[in-house]
């Protein structure tokens, strides 16, 4: 995955934030917890989630997640997540954001590169291709990674979808990925340690996001 190669594209209104991390890492927690700090603060704000928060995203995760489909091609999946990035970035995300909300998202691009790039060992940069053509490009303006141990997180399941089904070997490929990616980008990434109590997490969050709004106020004058 090169930089130059791909540029990203930063939303000028609103504020874009992505959480992202391996199995119970806690992200939905901590997605709900920003907004609603935000929302409470008089920030409109728009909760989502991938895949499945559009109509069509819902067959999409069905498909993908339900382990009554048994196996699909690699590429197959990867083209099904795709597709419902594309969707939800048209019809939710660009919209929510031209409106100069600030959209929080549990799982964005990084997610596909994570698990169908580096989990399902396809090329990378393909798939990176096929998801950032799939989403225009648009680039969260902070994407929160909460790290934990794959072991860990499996733990937190009685109950697995076709993906925390996979391999404990899988899943540190996908650990070891999102660690990357943010190490690439650090102007972009907060990185935190998924075992840390949650209020401390939420935190340190508060902390990123109220220096970006600080920014985004600033800019806007």
């Given at each position: 995955m090169s930089a130059g190669e791909y540029p990203g594209i930063y939303a000028e209104q609103g504020l874009f934030v992505c959480f992202e991390g391996g199995e119970g890492s806690g992200k939905s927690t901590q997605s709900r917890l920003l907004a609603d700090r935000l929302t409470a603060e008089g920030y409109d704000v728009r909760l989502t989630f991938e895949p499945g928060d559009t109509g069509v995203g819902k067959e999409l995760r069905r498909i993908v997640l339900s382990p009554e489909t048994g196996d699909l091609d690699d590429r197959t999946e990867a083209l099904l997540y795709a597709a419902d990035k594309a969707e939800h970035v048209a019809t939710l995300v660009r919209p929510a954001l031209a409106s100069g909300a600030v959209v929080v998202t549990d799982r964005y691009v990084d997610s596909t590169l994570a698990y169908q790039g580096a989990g399902r060992t396809l090329d990378v940069a393909e798939v990176e291709r096929v998801a950032r053509w799939a989403t225009g490009d648009l680039r969260p303006h902070l994407t929160v990674v909460l790290d934990l141990a794959p072991e860990a997180g499996l733990g937190r399941?009685?109950?697995?979808?076709?993906?925390?089904?996979?391999?404990?070997?899988?899943?540190?490929?996908?650990?070891?990925?999102?660690?990357?990616?943010?190490?690439a980008d650090p102007d972009h990434y907060l990185v935190l340690d998924a075992r840390a109590p949650v209020e401390e997490i939420a935190a340190a969050i508060g902390g990123r996001i109220a220096v970006l709004l600080h920014l985004a106020r600033r800019e806007s004058r």
């Open positions: 399941f009685s109950g697995r979808d076709r993906i925390e089904g996979e391999s404990l070997e899988f899943h540190q490929r996908v650990r070891e990925a999102f660690v990357a990616m943010a190490a």
